[in-house]
């Protein structure tokens, strides 16, 4: 079984930034993805960005230039930079992993419990 658990969100000024990370837990033996998600009261979850085991990541372009995905998987963390946040950027924010938890298993597919990030003055 494998625990995601969200951490670093808060209330944020507009123009302000934040940090955002998410530790996977339990069993563990490998890391295909790890990705960040949101949902906004009323809208469904939107994808915002993701990195592979092998480094690469990708993000989608209404956050291009403003949110940035990186990953130690060394401790199974993935992070996610925000900056220049704006009202519309307020949600609860998902971590989200496919993982493999032991050799041989088939990979599964694992969220965490979801950090709120509000944006206001």
């Known amino acids: 079984q494998v625990q995601l658990v969200e951490s670093g969100g808060g209330l944020v000024q507009p123009g302000g930034s934040l940090r955002l990370s998410c530790a996977a837990s339990?069993?563990?033996?490998?890391?295909?993805?790890m990705a960040w998600y949101r949902q906004a009261p009323g809208k469904q979850r939107e994808f915002l960005a993701l990195?592979?085991?092998?480094?690469?990541?990708n993000s989608a372009d209404s956050v291009k230039g403003r949110f940035t995905i990186s990953g130690d998987y060394t401790k199974n963390a993935v992070y996610l930079q925000m900056s220049s946040l704006k009202p519309e950027d307020t949600a609860v924010y998902y971590c989200?992993?496919?993982?493999?938890?032991?050799?041989?298993?088939?990979?599964?597919?694992?969220w965490g419990q979801g950090t709120q990030v509000t944006v206001s003055s």
């Open positions: 989200n992993a496919v993982i493999t938890p032991r050799l041989g298993a088939t990979p599964v597919t694992s």
């Open positions: 339990g069993s563990i033996f490998s890391i295909h993805v």
């Open positions: 990195i592979t085991g092998d480094g690469s990541a």
